[in-house]
């Protein structure tokens, strides 16, 4: 390593509110025949898709699409097939939690499966950019500190790398909401409880001490 080289980071976080929430919900119907259970599946699908993308038109802050179509055989003890199992999942995302959760209230026929909360890509990245900014002015601050305290005049930049830390996406159980929602009415929207996350950005690296 080169003389008068020392080495450090700096960090800048903070703490944000979720504003990113996607739901999950699922159908599934069983019977003795393929294309019924798929008729049956792709009815209730259709029905609530319907209604999701009537919620969803015309507002950016609410996303809707499906997943995981499926039709599966049931097999006896004997290892015959005894029967035929369906399912399919629609999802509802976006920052618009309110909207989001006053549809999932409406679609009867499906049932709510997962519910996460996050940060959106616009807000993560907003305020990575500041606090990227806060993070090399603690860096730069810190370093001028350090030279001053070793009896140097001054520093200069060796390898820097900056890092971020996104808190991710958490995850809360349905079963609390659905009970909540089956005291109200039929329509009534789903409980949305977001909670918050720290981002962090950390800037590390080198400085060579100038005298």
């Known amino acids: ?30 019977g003795t025949q393929a294309n019924e259970v798929q ?17 969803a038109k015309g507002h950016e802050g609410m996303e809707v699409r499906t997943s995981g179509f499926s039709v599966q055989p049931r097999y006896s003890n004997q290892g015959r097939i005894a ?29 709510v499966g997962q519910v996460q909360y996050g940060l959106s890509r616009a807000l993560r990245e907003r305020q990575e950019s500041a606090l990227t ?18 009896g140097f005049k001054g520093y200069s930049l060796g390898e820097i790398s900056v890092s971020s830390t996104d808190p991710g996406v958490q995850y809360r159980a349905p079963m609390m909401a659905m009970r909540a929602k089956a005291m109200e009415a039929a329509d009534a929207p789903l409980p949305v409880e977001p909670g918050k996350g720290t981002l962090s950005v950390t800037v ?4 060579i001490l100038s005298p």
């Open 1 to 30: 390593m080169r003389a008068n080289t020392i080495s450090f980071s700096a960090s800048a976080s903070e703490e944000l509110t979720q504003d990113w929430m996607s739901v999950t919900m699922h159908v599934q119907r069983d």
């Open 133 to 150: 900014q806060e993070a090399i002015r603690q860096f730069k601050s810190r370093a001028q500190e350090m030279a001053q305290a070793f």
């Open 39 to 55: 008729q049956a599946v792709r009815q209730a699908l259709d029905t609530a898709l319907a209604e999701a993308r009537k919620a």
């Open 83 to 111: 029967g035929w199992q369906g399912s399919a999942q629609l999802v509802l995302e976006g920052t618009d939690g309110a909207r989001i959760a006053q549809t999932v209230g409406r679609l009867g026929t499906l049932q």
């Open 204 to 207: 590390s690296g080198t400085v």
